[in-house]
């Protein structure tokens, strides 16, 4: 109905016109992706109509954006560290490259928290980007940028990665779709910093949307080859699925409690699956749930079956420079000297606590597996959990350094390796995005997906900014 060029011109006229608002998008190729669309339009008048153009190209056409952590040739590549600025990208990432080679048109990459390492993004590259429903509030991180293009109507589909929820957090706290595939499946090359060590194993690549029934078709382009361990063919019977619901991670101290709102609307999701699907929801504690911050931090920091000890963030800090000693840091920081964020220094101070403790990293790491055994043996192969994504709808600015560990909530799924699939449910009071957290176990992301489109299709899904 429609040409691609209309198409693309749309939704480059919409970052035109709300960028200078949210700065989700920090670098665009808007005549790069004006002249593909102009070829795909000349594609579809020359290619016969049964030429099964859907099947080589399932997403011709299909204007995109992708997180600036990724590679896109042309396109700045800094992870928002102020030493890699003049940093641009001469080949696609792996995930990139699949997309374009579906037939995607990318729009230009967005911001994210320097070095992906934060749940606000900003940096001292391209500054802070604003949440669409609120200008005061926070769009998450690391993927916000993605999260607060796609919640404006400024793209169709986002590349994320998440290794503490930097994909599930920015659908939250913006109201759209993310999905966090079962680790291992999406390939993470070509992104920076790109995961080393024992953190292969739980940084994911995956796909954020504004309706849950792209999360699929993108699933299984990023994927790949990979896509054959998944069962997206499976044809899921929601009466069939055994739901599993938790309210909260059992009281951690470092965590906040959750809001009221946030477990009002995970309570509306219990009662309508009970009455509309006429299963029982089973309500479950699981203790070391409580633990969780704790249980993220001992495996991030842990070493491989090799021997091989995680890369230092302090390092990562230091790329394309001069090496960097955090306590410094802070101290230029204070008198606004520093290129660097208080987020970012703050974790390079951490990460040296964390191996004053050899012996209770350990008994971490260890509860860690003994906490996956127990989850794999609950979710089975039939099984979702409901959780909360975070204990708070989106914050104001700044306001995370005064509840740091709030990201626990998204986090312990990633070094478990199951796939997560959030969901937006409408807005709060204060019109800002709810959500919940889909869990399944690995290799069941066909679950997640499914609950996913029937929660939207029951709640609503994304909501306009603007609408209320």
Not at 254 to 275: A, M, R
């Amino acid at each position: 109905q429609v040409t691609c060029v209309e198409v693309v011109e749309a939704y480059v006229g919409r970052i035109k016109e709300v960028n200078p608002l949210i700065n989700a998008v920090v670098k665009d190729r808007f005549e790069e992706a004006l002249q593909e669309a102009r070829q795909v339009d000349k594609l579809l008048s020359e290619v016969p109509a049964d030429d099964h153009l859907e099947e080589k190209f399932p997403l011709l056409g299909v204007p995109i954006t992708v997180k600036e952590a990724f590679s896109l040739h042309g396109m700045p590549n800094t992870s928002g560290l102020v030493n890699r600025r003049n940093v641009v990208a001469t080949s696609d990432a792996t995930v990139v490259s699949r997309l374009k080679q579906a037939g995607a048109i990318p729009l230009g990459v967005t911001n994210c928290s320097e070095l992906c390492m934060w749940y606000e993004s900003s940096n001292r590259v391209y500054g802070r980007t604003n949440n669409p429903y609120d200008l005061q509030r926070i769009v998450g991180g690391s993927s916000g940028g993605e999260g607060g293009v796609l919640a404006a109507a400024c793209s169709v589909i986002g590349v994320g990665s998440d290794i503490g929820g930097s994909i599930r957090m920015p659908a939250f706290f913006n109201g759209v779709f993310g999905h966090k595939p079962t680790t291992g499946v999406v390939p993470n090359d070509g992104q920076f910093p790109n995961a080393q060590g024992v953190r292969t194993s739980f940084l994911c690549t995956g796909p954020m949307c504004r309706y849950a029934e792209d999360l699929e078709p993108v699933l299984r382009v990023m994927a790949g080859p990979g896509v054959n361990k998944l069962k997206l063919d499976e044809k899921v019977s929601l009466e069939k699925i055994k739901f599993h619901c938790m309210d909260h991670d059992g009281g951690s101290v470092f965590v906040w409690p959750v809001d009221k709102e946030i477990l009002q609307t995970q309570k509306k999701v219990v009662e309508h699956l009970e009455s509309e699907l006429g299963v029982q929801v089973r309500r479950v504690a699981i203790r070391k749930m409580k633990y969780s911050f704790q249980i993220w931090s001992a495996m991030m920091s842990s070493v491989d079956n090799d021997g091989q000890e995680a890369q230092l963030f302090t390092d990562l800090l230091g790329d394309h420079g001069k090496p960097v000693w955090p306590l410094w840091e802070l101290m230029k920081w204070l008198v606004g000297m520093s290129s660097h964020t208080l987020p970012a220094i703050a974790l390079g101070l951490t990460e040296k606590l964390m191996k004053l403790n050899p012996g209770g990293n350990a008994k971490l790491v260890s509860m860690g597996k003994s906490l996956k055994e127990e989850m794999e043996a609950l979710l089975g192969p039939d099984g979702v959990l409901l959780y909360p994504s975070h204990p708070t709808i989106a914050p104001r600015h700044h306001s995370p350094i005064c509840m740091p560990f709030n990201f626990a909530y998204t986090a312990i799924f990633n070094v478990l390796g199951f796939p997560v699939t959030q969901c937006p449910l409408g807005l709060s009071s204060e019109g800002l995005p709810l959500g919940i957290q889909l869990v399944a176990a690995s290799y069941n992301d066909h679950l997640t997906l499914a609950v996913a489109r029937y929660l939207e299709e029951a709640f609503g899904g994304w909501v306009m900014p603007g609408k209320v």
